[in-house]
């Protein structure tokens, strides 16, 4: 079966740049998160969907990032007007809402702002 | 505020030995634990869990060990492979939702 998948894999963006970044979660999971690892750092949880709750959008560094999940599926994570301290792994995971905690990650979008 | 701490950024044992790798916590909410694998340019796998009921999750060569009075977990792999070369993250999650905090990371290197 697929995993989560991540698009694209890589982005290069100018400064002051919008970005839109893809998350694919595994089919029949409900919970959504969108962490990012900096150079050096641990992952840094941003945003968490669970079914149709209201997302817990407690990570967000700015007010220039947001999310969604259509469908209650696909996810999209929304940087405006990048800055060069936004350049990270964007990870995306997905998990069942019950019994196990574990969540499936995807390989991560590579986002650089120059 | 860090919650949860690996003191250790690195680590390096001779295949065939015991890893141990350490994490700290504090906050007295988080019911759940977790030890994640992260290869480079790949998302993190999960590896082991423990729920903070109990002392000890045991699944192969991997032990995770819980002492809540002193807020500390440990990961034992034994005996060590080369393949187990990579990053080891901690987590928790609180008995609020579903979210994980991290730790920062521990790189073990086995050497042949």
């Known amino acids: 079966g697929a995993g989560v998948s991540q698009s694209p894999s890589n982005k290069v963006t100018e400064k002051g740049k919008d970005v839109e970044l893809r998350c694919d979660p595994i089919?029949?999971?409900?919970?959504l998160y969108w962490y990012r690892q900096s150079l050096g750092q641990g992952l840094e949880f941003l945003i968490y969907f669970q079914g149709n709750s209201a997302p817990d959008k407690s990570g967000l560094p700015s007010d220039r990032f947001s999310a969604e999940r259509t469908g209650g599926s696909v996810s999209t994570l929304t940087i405006q007007r990048t800055q060069q301290e936004d350049s990270a792994v964007y990870l995306c995971?997905?998990?069942?809402?019950?019994?196990?905690?574990?969540?499936?990650f995807g390989p991560g979008t590579r986002l650089t702002v120059t | 505020d860090q919650q949860v701490k690996q003191n250790s950024p690195s680590l390096s044992v001779q295949e065939g030995r015991i890893s141990i790798l350490n994490c700290d916590y504090t906050n007295s909410m988080f019911d759940y634990f977790l030890w994640y694998k992260k290869y480079p340019a790949e998302g993190p796998t999960f590896l082991i869990s423990i729920s903070s009921i109990k002392d000890k999750n045991e699944d192969g060569r991997f032990t995770v060990f819980l002492n809540k009075s002193a807020k500390h977990l440990s990961l034992h792999i034994v005996p060590s492979q080369p393949g187990d070369s990579a990053v080891y993250f901690c987590?928790?999650?609180?008995?609020?939702?579903?979210?994980?905090?991290f730790g920062q990371g521990t790189e073990l290197s086995v050497k042949p």
């Open positions: 995971a997905s998990s069942f809402a019950r019994g196990t905690y574990e969540q499936y």
């Open positions: 089919s029949g999971h409900t919970a």
């Open positions: 987590a928790a999650k609180d008995n609020q939702g579903g979210k994980l905090i």
